[in-house]
């Protein structure tokens, strides 16, 4: 009960704030991996058996509509006043998990719509995008397949998004979540080179046709920023050359990264956005704030780490227990900004 009244002051504080807050200077960009949001019926043709009631992990429709909660809360809470225009998603199962979580959570108050395709992910597991509808404009949005080699087990599309901000700046957007490490680092680096490939081959053929296009790139990389991967299709902001610049190469928060192994901080979610994107606010056009990119957290979205030192993202399930948390990884946000028309 304590929550849903939380939720409640939130969205009337949001309300007041977003009623006195009409010109749209600033759009705030999140991303978020919200660890397995899985509807717990039966998904045919995919593994997704262990989410199911009776499965190991006793996932019930009661759970999901916690987890739900949760998610909305961490949304509304990283943009403050200003709830983010979009909110790239990855580990969802499925379209009706998303409009539950827009439209049985208050998120539909804020204008969100979803943008969704089922991928070859043999979990079932995919990636998506919220926009609010009344300061986006989608255009076109289709997946992009990431080929594995044959014999091996298909991975998420690349979900690319384009469309118009605030009337003013069209965006093309795509929302990524690259094979895991799972099996080792190195054995598996091949799989995210092929993805980073193909990735690269998008923005190449975007930039080609645009020359200053203004691109957004997010996602769980499952890689850092200055792993091989990344490092094909980005550099710092401080460098000079070709490619994307990686925004999580100067990261703000109070942790050093977005997910905990044992003792070990890593920030494999990241953002990453076009040169365009950097230029210095000098018309009306959107830019980057800065060059940082900010990890959000807040003390429910950590927990004391009972094996380590420090802390750790409050989490959903710790093995096969249930926490009721919120994630496994801490979610991160940039801030565009434009400067106002007088």
Same mark, same amino acid.
């Given at each position: 009960m304590a929550r849903f009244l939380l939720l409640i002051f939130l969205y009337f504080c949001l309300a007041c704030g977003i009623i006195l807050s009409q010109t749209h200077e600033t759009a705030n960009i999140l991303f978020y991996n919200v660890e397995n949001l899985f509807n717990p019926a039966k998904n045919e043709g995919k593994l997704d058996d262990e989410f199911l009631p009776d499965g190991p992990r006793h996932w019930t429709h009661s759970r999901k509509r916690e987890k739900q909660v949760n998610i909305s809360r961490v949304i509304l809470f990283s943009g403050k006043w200003n709830p983010p225009v979009l909110v790239g998603l990855c580990e969802v199962e499925d379209r009706d998990v998303l409009n539950e979580l827009i439209w049985e959570t208050g998120l539909d108050r804020f204008n969100y719509s979803v943008v969704h395709f089922e991928s070859r992910d043999q979990r079932g597991i995919d990636v998506a995008l919220l926009y609010r509808r009344d300061r986006f404009s989608v255009l076109d949005a289709f997946p992009l397949a990431v080929e594995m080699p044959e *014999?091996? @087990? !298909?991975? @998420? =599309?690349? &979900?690319?998004?384009?469309?118009? &901000? =605030?009337n003013s700046d069209t965006l093309h957007i795509m929302v990524n979540h690259w094979p895991s490490r799972w099996g080792g680092e190195g054995t598996t680096l091949s799989k995210r080179m092929i993805a980073a490939r193909t990735l690269k081959n998008i923005c190449d053929s975007i930039l080609s046709d645009a020359a200053g296009a203004k691109i957004i790139v997010m996602g769980d990389f499952n890689d850092n920023p200055w792993n091989e991967s990344m490092r094909l299709i980005s550099r710092k !902001?401080? %460098? *000079?050359? %070709?490619? &994307?610049? *990686? &925004?999580?190469? *100067?990261i703000a928060g109070d942790v050093p990264g977005t997910i905990k192994h044992r003792h070990e901080w890593n920030c494999f979610d990241q953002i990453l956005v076009s040169e365009s994107l950097l230029k210095s606010l000098n018309d009306s056009s959107y830019a980057v704030t800065d060059s940082v990119m900010h990890v959000v957290t807040a003390p429910f979205l950590l927990e004391d780490d009972p094996g380590f030192p420090g802390s750790r993202p409050f989490r959903t399930y710790a093995g096969y227990s249930y926490l009721g948390g919120f994630s496994d990884h801490l979610p991160v946000m940039v801030e565009l900004k434009k400067r106002a028309i007088e």
């Open positions: *014999n091996s @087990r !298909p991975t @998420r =599309d690349i &979900l690319y998004v384009s469309g118009v &901000l =605030d !902001p401080s %460098e *000079n050359g %070709e490619g &994307l610049v *990686n &925004l999580a190469c *100067n």
